[in-house]
């Protein structure tokens, strides 16, 4: 495809599960981005990965989130033992690098946690 | 730490209309600053990027301005159309590409 796709779309949980969440970026995007977008935060940094370099991980809220990005290319954001305030939009963008290049969003993925 | 505002948080205004959108940040410090729309339950659509040592880009009926040592943004929006109804949302990038994002601004179009 030609843009940043996620998968799935929504999912819904059960408080104190885990779940995965999946990006695809544009093929040849060296920059990956997650972000989260929830109604009393707006939208928020979590991660970042550039090229094979060690990623960003300054925004994730808490230990229990992680991601990895496998090949340079897919990316994973893991939520362990999922909370009621993890309900929000996540968003992955990608874009040829970093320093000021344009980021391209995918359509995010709504988590709701029952 | 970097905190970006935009004002107004909403507005309405009859089709024709020119509008403008205003962006706030407060350190200079930055790469570029981007304006995105977000329709409701839709990902953003990036509209334009402003690299820090420029002052202006347009698209179309598009244009935005950045003054970077005040930490100002402005969207200017020609002739409004019901078709531009969304959230505008500014942020500004650093060097590593973070994106630091405002609270958007509604916009609602009426015909």
């Known amino acids: 495809g030609a843009g940043v796709s996620q998968s799935p779309s929504n999912k819904v949980t059960e408080k104190g599960k885990d779940v995965e969440l999946r990006c695809d970026p544009i093929s040849g995007h060296t920059a990956l981005y997650w972000y989260r977008q929830s109604l009393g935060q707006g939208l928020e940094f979590l991660i970042y990965?550039?090229?094979?370099?060690?990623?960003?991980k300054s925004g994730l809220p808490s230990d229990r989130f992680s991601a990895e990005r496998t090949g340079g290319s897919v990316s994973t954001l893991t939520i362990q033992r999922t909370q009621q305030e993890d309900s929000a939009v996540y968003l992955c963008a990608s874009s040829l690098g970093i320093g000021g290049i344009e980021q391209f969003f995918g359509p995010g993925t709504r988590l709701t946690v029952l | 730490k970097q905190e970006v505002t935009q004002i107004p948080a909403a507005l309405s205004v009859p089709e024709g209309e020119n509008l403008v959108l205003n962006c706030s940040f407060t350190d200079s410090a930055i790469y570029n600053l981007q304006w995105f729309r977000q329709d409701p339950g839709k990902g953003l659509t990036s509209l334009l990027l402003?690299?820090?040592?420029?002052r202006e880009q347009t698209s179309g009926r598009l244009n935005a301005s950045l003054d970077k040592s005040s930490g100002r943004s402005t969207l200017y929006i020609a002739a409004s159309q019901p078709g531009d109804s969304a959230t505008y949302l500014c942020?500004?990038?650093?060097?590593?590409?973070?994106?630091?994002f405002g609270q958007g601004t509604t916009l609602q179009v009426k015909p």
């Open positions: 402003i690299q820090s040592s420029q």
């Open positions: 942020a500004v990038s650093s060097n590593t590409g973070k994106l630091i």
């Open positions: 990965f550039q090229g094979n370099s060690a990623p960003d």
